[in-house]
């Protein structure tokens, strides 16, 4: 009977997981959906679109290469889809649908509607961990709950991992011809603008690119991580992310690249490995996190009392944050390099969101949704975390009081003023004291350079009093 790969989230055939299972129970074909109107639902943006239809032209060459047929269907909404599958599985003779989880709400329940259709026409859904170290739920405190901490979900996490590594999976060999013609790749989706061709350039699409990005990191930078990774002129992080969120690469081949390179050393060895596997668990947390608390990915706070926080409607503050004119350098060019390249450095992620959640006061989830429409990364899980630990509404957040100075975070990581010179040209000729603060020349570069949309000082008073007067309101 045949096997039905249902592709998402994991553009690959290395270290696939559910392909694996399906070839090596039958003849298989592979499906992926093309859904516009729920992408738009969910602010995927335009640029990941691009990156997915980019890799998933590349796995269909390798696909080809194993005679699995790609099967190309388009549904405006995830509710067509158990109908849909229901009836690809009817025309193909399908004895078992394989998928990789995914763990969003609307995915479960988009997963279990199609295990239901499914299951009326005789056939099963099989659900295969693949994009996850560990499984949500398999990683749990002594009470049986979920880790709300990080260190401490991370010292388990280790524990287990030192008994016994998740292994990856070789790439499948060639089945048998089938006589069912691959649907060609779209180029575009209606809805979705296509990025720039230097915003491409950087994001180059298939499995060769993003494990020969994953190698020359590990063999390359990754002993100096924790020392450049806070550094956004320095190229000291792996970019990987979007690979990683669209499956292009497993986190178990990141976790083995750099077990590889730090002498098969889990927690200890090389400070700049384990910083970079501890990023790998950050991840993992989010996500369990999104499943235990599934209130996180339907727009609300972990921290329930947060909730009656006194955001601010500030509708010009919030477009001169999301246009890079703020007129705090370290905010602006690391906005400006969100909207050229669909990413922004780690470090700078945090201090922008600090910036808008609490100087500005406004609601983290504008700065969440802004994010996901520009990220070629975004992620639900980690995208959500991040913002909940930087507006300190989240699982093992920021303590409310602490606040990141723009100045000072740009002084600090950037001292020369290399990556604010470059993405903020109008500041270019400015000592390297001033192109952190241009405020202080006065008006020399008012028709240059915005002023300082907000007063640090008063800002920061304002944010502190709106949390300590939480109690009060609840």
């Known amino acids: 009977m045949n096997q039905l790969l249902w592709l998402r989230s994991d553009l690959r055939v290395a270290d696939n997981t559910a392909l ?17 109107a729920q992408w738009l ?14 890799n998933l032209s590349a796995l269909s060459a390798r696909l080809a290469e194993l005679n699995v047929p790609l099967l190309i269907r388009c549904v405006d909404h995830w509710q067509a889809v158990p109908a849909l ?13 394989h998928i990789n989880n995914e763990y969003g709400v609307n995915e479960q329940r988009r997963d279990d509607a199609t295990a239901e259709a499914l299951r009326q026409t005789g056939t099963t859904l099989r659900r295969h961990l693949d994009q996850l170290l560990f499984a949500p739920g398999s990683v749990k405190t002594l009470a049986g709950d979920c880790f709300k901490v990080f260190s401490q979900f991370r010292k388990v996490c280790y524990s287990r991992l030192s008994h016994s590594l998740p292994r990856c999976l070789p790439v499948p060999a060639p089945q048998a011809w089938m006589a069912i013609p691959s ?18 350039s950087h994001w180059p699409a298939g499995e060769h690119a993003a494990y020969g990005r994953l190698a020359s990191f590990a063999e390359q930078d990754l002993a100096d991580y924790q020392q450049r990774r806070d550094f956004p002129a320095e190229p ?45 668990l950050w991840r993992e947390f989010f996500k369990h996190i999104l ?16 909730e009656a926080l006194p955001w601010r409607h500030a509708p010009d503050e919030l477009a001169a944050w999301q246009q890079g004119r703020t007129g705090f350098p370290m905010i602006d060019a690391a906005m400006r390099q969100l909207l050229a390249t669909g990413w922004m450095h780690n470090r700078l992620r945090m201090v922008v969101a600090m910036f808008l959640s609490k100087n500005l006061l406004i609601d983290w989830r504008k700065g969440e949704r802004w994010f996901m429409q520009h990220l070629i990364d975004g992620d639900l899980a980690a995208n959500n975390g991040g913002w909940q630990w930087s507006a300190s509404t989240g699982t093992d957040s920021v303590p409310y009081f602490r606040l990141f100075n723009p100045l000072s975070q740009s002084a600090r990581f950037d001292p020369d003023g290399r ?46 009093s709106a949390f300590r007067h939480l109690g009060a309101r609840l």
């Open 236 to 280: 000291g992080t792996s970019q990987i992310s979007a690979y990683l969120a669209a499956g292009v690469v497993s986190p178990r081949q990141c976790l083995h690249a750099a077990l590889g390179a730090n002498q098969g050393e889990l927690d200890s060895g090389n400070p700049g490995a384990v910083t970079w596997i501890n990023e790998l």
């Open 291 to 306: 499943v235990s608390y599934p209130r996180v990915s339907m727009g609300r706070a972990f921290r329930p009392e947060t």
């Open 41 to 54: 639902g969910h602010n995927d943006a335009a640029c990941k679109v691009d990156f997915w239809l980019r």
């Open 419 to 464: 990556f604010l010179r470059h993405w903020l040209p109008e500041l270019a000729q400015l000592s390297n004291r001033e192109v952190h603060d241009p405020g202080v020349m006065g008006g020399r570069l008012a028709a240059a350079y915005p002023q300082p949309i907000v007063d640090l000082a008063m800002s920061r008073e304002r944010a502190l």
């Open 20 to 36: 694996v299972a399906a070839m090596n129970a039958g003849p298989t074909i592979a499906l992926y959906l093309i859904t516009p």
């Open 183 to 200: 649907d060609p790749v779209p180029e575009i989706v209606q809805g979705f603008t296509p990025p720039s061709d230097a915003l491409r």
């Open 85 to 97: 599958i229901a009836d690809l599985c009817r025309q193909h003779g399908v004895e078992a649908v």
